[in-house]
């Protein structure tokens, strides 16, 4: 894959987590009077069809995480969509790095309840077979895989990382 290709990945993956931040997953923290039905509906559809429990009723390490997804990511998705769309900005560098490492330590423990936290069945059923886990997996996996590649990108290629390019000269 080329670096251009990734940075198009990685365009898409920031741009279209704002709206995704905005309009569900800010819904743990905020109060319910903020959204319209139409928002409330498509969160509850979706904790439905995909036995997402956490987000209609999100337990309070959940919501940490969302808080620092509203306060500390949420700002850098519109910079970070930017310096990918535009490419070679290597001031994107230090923060892609931190905001990585950040996204992928949360996705360890939430990957880990969904794989191992026996659910209940009310008031919102969560997964309850081991196909219906790793579907619910699957939706979270991207928000950590895509972060890994970028750290990757971030420490391993040279039109990023100042010090093999220093090796080289």
């Known amino acids: 894959m080329t ?4 940075e198009i990945i990685f365009f898409f993956y920031f741009a279209t987590h704002i709206p995704i931040t905005l309009f569900i997953d800010l819904q743990a923290l905020l109060p319910g009077h903020v959204y319209p039905l139409p928002m409330k509906d ?9 036995k997402d429990p956490m987000v209609l009723d999100p337990p ?8 620092c997804e509203a306060l500390v990511q949420l700002p850098f998705f519109p910079i970070a969509a930017y310096a990918f769309l535009k490419g070679g900005c290597k001031w994107i560098r230090t923060p892609a790095i931190v ?3 950040h996204v992928a330590t949360t996705l360890v423990p ?3 309840h969904i794989l191992f936290y026996q659910f209940p069945l009310k008031p919102h059923p969560g997964p309850q077979t081991l196909q219906e886990r790793w579907f619910l997996v699957s939706i979270y996996a ?9 750290l990757l990108t971030m420490l ?3 039109s990023y990382n100042s010090k093999n390019k220093a090796k080289k000269a």
């Open 60 to 67: 309070e390490w959940f919501k940490s995480f969302v808080f």
């Open 156 to 158: 391993f290629s040279p």
């Open 99 to 101: 905001y990585s490492t």
């Open 42 to 50: 498509l969160l509850e559809w979706y904790a439905e069809k995909f």
């Open 3 to 6: 670096l251009r290709v990734l």
């Open 110 to 112: 939430i990957l880990a």
């Open 142 to 150: 991207p928000y950590l895989l895509i972060p890994v590649l970028l």
